[in-house]
């Protein structure tokens, strides 16, 4: 079993920068993808960015050039640095990791970007 507790979200001006962190725990080994979702209000759940085991990065068009995903190297942290933020940002998002090929998910973490 994998526990994920996100934190970091909250309200963030158009152009601001936000910091989620997704603490992990449980059985860590074989994890094979770590990632970050968002669903914002009547929207799909998609994907904003993931990192393999390996460190390979992907990233939503909507968000390349303004969000970064990093891990530490224990994978018991992963963060996601949001910049240049726009309202179209605001969602809940979601920590996801893949561990033998099974999903664990957070309980998600609001950020809401407004003037």
């Known amino acids: 079993q994998v526990q994920l507790v996100e934190s970091g979200g909250g309200l963030g001006q158009p152009g601001g920068s936000l910091r989620l962190s997704c603490a992990v725990s449980?059985?860590?080994?074989?994890?094979?993808?770590m990632g970050w979702y968002r669903q914002a209000p009547g929207k799909q759940r998609e994907l904003v960015a993931s990192?393999?085991?390996?460190?390979?990065?992907g990233y939503a068009d909507s968000v390349k050039g303004r969000f970064t995903i990093s891990r530490d190297n224990a994978k018991t942290t992963l963060y996601l640095q949001m910049n240049n933020l726009k309202p179209e940002d605001t969602a809940v998002y979601y920590c996801?990791?893949?561990?033998?090929?099974?999903?664990?998910w957070g309980q998600g973490t609001q950020v809401t970007v407004s003037s």
């Open positions: 996801n990791v893949v561990r033998n090929w099974r999903d664990y």
């Open positions: 990192i393999t085991s390996g460190g390979s990065t």
């Open positions: 449980g059985s860590i080994f074989n994890i094979n993808r």
